[in-house]
């Protein structure tokens, strides 16, 4: 085999090995705001399940330093494993639609002077 047939046949190789598509600009452009949108969604949830976590952290630690401080400084060490359990058995009562937001918030209103309300 010559050098000219040697560079055909790779040549024939290179080109059975790289695919080529032929595609309009809109499909382009649909396929790369498919992409970036699984992209964005993904970042978005990251985002979500990260300000959820600092929320439960604060939920639960917050509170303690305050009971630990200022409630029971010489009988924290029995009683904070016990309200623990119950701030997490509440929150699973929320999560499975036993308890009613609405009326939690009502509650934290009328007895600690606090009112939750969305900014608009």
């Given at each position: 085999m010559g050098r000219a047939e040697i560079r055909r046949t790779r040549k024939n190789e290179k080109k059975a090995k790289t695919a080529t598509y032929n595609l309009t600009k809109a499909q382009l452009d649909a396929m790369?705001?498919?992409?970036i949108g699984d992209e964005l969604e993904e970042v978005r949830q990251q985002a979500t399940d990260d300000a959820v976590n600092t929320a439960m952290i604060l939920l639960l630690t917050l509170p303690l330093e305050v009971l630990m401080d200022h409630y029971w400084p010489k009988s924290y060490e029995k009683r904070i494993p016990k309200f623990?359990?119950?701030?997490?058995?509440?929150?699973?009562?929320?999560?499975?639609?036993?308890?009613?937001?609405?009326?939690?918030k009502q509650d934290l209103w009328e007895y600690g002077g606090v009112r939750l309300e969305k900014s608009g």
């Open positions: 790369v705001r498919e992409k623990t359990a119950h701030v997490l058995e509440y929150y699973e009562r929320w999560q499975n639609g036993e308890l009613d937001m609405d009326k939690m």
